[in-house]
């Protein structure tokens, strides 16, 4: 979006509508320390709706923006952004005007971070395909799980799906490769425990319990198909703890085939673990996607259950 300089006032549209306008200022005015920022909003020379604003204030579509500052001066606030290179998503399920949604494949990170530095993610992927840097996703899942993640194109698109993630109003199904065999087929379980993060070595341990608080983990599955070595689950967390499925499928005694982290070992087919995020369903917004299975998984399936 252009900014518009001098004392002509700048409308708000639907892409940063919902962000505060201070957030909003920082990225725009991407040049320029933050304590220049609030000393022009405290001496009104950025006015909102041609009132005096704090910078905590929500924006909204059709908000009115005025710089009451020179040209030269604003020019030198700003700096072109270049959105790195990438490559772009190689499988998207479904894209509209708020939406986009990916079926990422195992081995790519959801998002940058310092583990991930040089290394290509999917957040990268995302925005260079779509050219904004406003765009993220709503949802992460582990490097070496692959399956649905859902990007919001602007402000309000994010903060509504992540408000349904936060009220765990997304229905979430994953296929999981365990092994043992858990039960029958048709059977179904309902796992509840106490989860700790260990940030040193990235593992979580679920321990049983039966008191349920802010540091509980849930997560429910049921049996798809069993072989003499190996259980096809569709799993369901409840929570969204971070290796969640992974930790609380090893607490019971059947890791994910090939999640070495947690005592699984890898097969001829497949060599990290076998869990796929295969349906997301939204159901206020009216909004669900399925994600096809990945071939090295199908393989498994076909070669080992069928």
């Not at 909003?41 to 924006?59: S, V, Y």
């Not at 993060?197 to 049996?223: H, L, Y």
């Not at 995020?277 to 199908?298: F, G, H, Q, T, Y």
Request: proline fraction near 4%.
């Amino acid at each position: 979006m252009h900014i518009l300089y001098g004392n002509t006032a700048m409308k708000i549209t639907s892409e940063n509508a919902g962000r505060r306008l201070d957030k909003f200022l920082f990225s725009e005015l991407n040049n320029a320390p933050h304590s220049f920022i609030y000393k022009m909003l405290r001496k009104k020379r950025i006015k909102l709706n041609g009132k005096r604003a704090e910078g905590n204030e929500i924006l909204q579509i059709n908000d009115e923006l005025k710089f009451c500052l020179s040209e030269e001066t604003l020019a030198s606030c700003r700096k072109e952004y270049e959105i790195p290179t990438a490559n772009p998503p190689s499988d998207i399920i479904y894209e509209d005007k708020n939406l986009l949604v990916v079926n990422k494949p195992a081995g790519i990170p959801s998002q940058g971070g310092m583990k991930n530095i040089g290394k290509e993610h999917l957040l990268a992927q995302i925005q260079y395909y779509l050219q904004s840097r406003t765009a993220a996703i709503c949802n992460r899942l582990d490097v070496n799980t692959s399956g649905l993640v859902i990007c919001g194109k602007n402000i309000s698109t994010l903060q509504k799906v992540n408000e349904a993630f936060k009220n765990r109003e997304v229905k979430k199904e994953y296929l999981a490769i365990v092994h043992g065999k858990v039960g029958e087929i048709g059977f179904f379980r309902r796992l509840e425990g106490l989860y700790e993060k260990d940030e040193k070595t990235n593992t979580a341990i679920i321990r049983e319990t039966d008191i349920f608080d802010k540091n509980s983990a849930v997560t429910e599955f049921s049996v798809l198909a069993v072989s003499s070595r190996y259980s096809l689950l569709k799993v369901s967390p409840i929570t969204g703890r971070s290796h969640q499925i992974r930790a609380h499928l090893a607490s019971v005694g059947h890791p994910l085939v090939g999640d070495k982290k947690y005592g699984g070992t890898g097969t001829a087919f497949c060599k990290t673990q076998l869990l796929h995020c295969k349906r997301l369903e939204i159901p206020s917004m009216d909004k669900s996607w399925v994600a096809p299975i990945p071939k090295k998984m199908n393989d498994f399936i076909k070669g080992e259950f069928e």
